[in-house]
């Protein structure tokens, strides 16, 4: 089985870079080079949502020249790619906070998900200034502010309020580099997510790595509560 829905935490620029002798920046560099291919494998694969932890809330607390730099790369991404996303008929989506970032990435940003809106093939989210407590944060509050009565409140009420709302929640959760933790990844969509951990750092992680873990999926049972002798 494929997972309709691939979430990754794109984890350990920086120390592939260190083992190199190389700056934070070039790590970065790579790791952009990493996901766009997986971003076309996963298309040719026929995953139909995948989403990449691009850059958390917490990742303001960075040195602001390295902020700079990952704005410089994706907005350069954004640029390059589009032409490619539309080809393969991908539709941008952002999964978080863009009104806190400067004007020429929001602007970049806009024009990308308005020019591959009608885009069926697969959906491409970015968690962008994402932060899953945050989320939730907001999806309360739009409920309150909505009036919707407490005892109607249900658990499609509250996923209809993240940022993935009309999406499956991910079927698989791969984080590089060795850290086994969430970091305030997709709190509650990943109440039955499949978790798959390499030690691999990020702009290592090429098609071949992606198989192991689709392989490693493909053999969990996964039971939703019930015995196995059920599912
Ligand atoms: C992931 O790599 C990229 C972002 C968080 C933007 P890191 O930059 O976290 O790499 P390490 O963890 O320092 O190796
Ligand atoms: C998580 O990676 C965020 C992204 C991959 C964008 P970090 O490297 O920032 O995570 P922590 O803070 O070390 O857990
Ligand atoms: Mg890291």
Known sequence: MLPEHLAVIMDGNGRWAKARELSRSEGHRAGTEAAKNLVTRCREIGIKHLTLYTFSKENWARPKTEVAQLFDLLTLFLKKELKSLQEQDIRLKVLGEISDFPF????????????????????????????????????????????????????????????????????????????????????????????????????????????????????????????????
């Open 104 to 231: 020429g990435v929001r602007q970049v940003v806009a024009h990308t998900i308005n020019r591959t809106k009608n885009c069926k093939g697969m959906t491409l989210n970015l968690a962008l200034n994402y932060s899953g407590r945050d989320e939730l944060v907001k999806a309360f509050r739009s409920i309150v502010e909505a009036g919707i009565p407490a005892d109607s409140i249900t658990d499609e009420t509250i996923s209809e309020h993240l940022y993935t709302a009309g999406q499956p929640d991910p079927d698989l959760i791969i984080r590089t580099s060795g850290e086994k933790r969430l970091s305030n990844y997709l709190l509650y969509q990943a109440a039955y997510s499949e978790f798959y951990f390499t030690d691999v750092f990020w702009p290592d992680f090429d098609e071949q790595e992606l198989q192991k873990a689709l392989d490693d999926y493909a053999g969990r049972q996964r039971r939703f509560g019930k015995t196995g002798d059920q599912v």
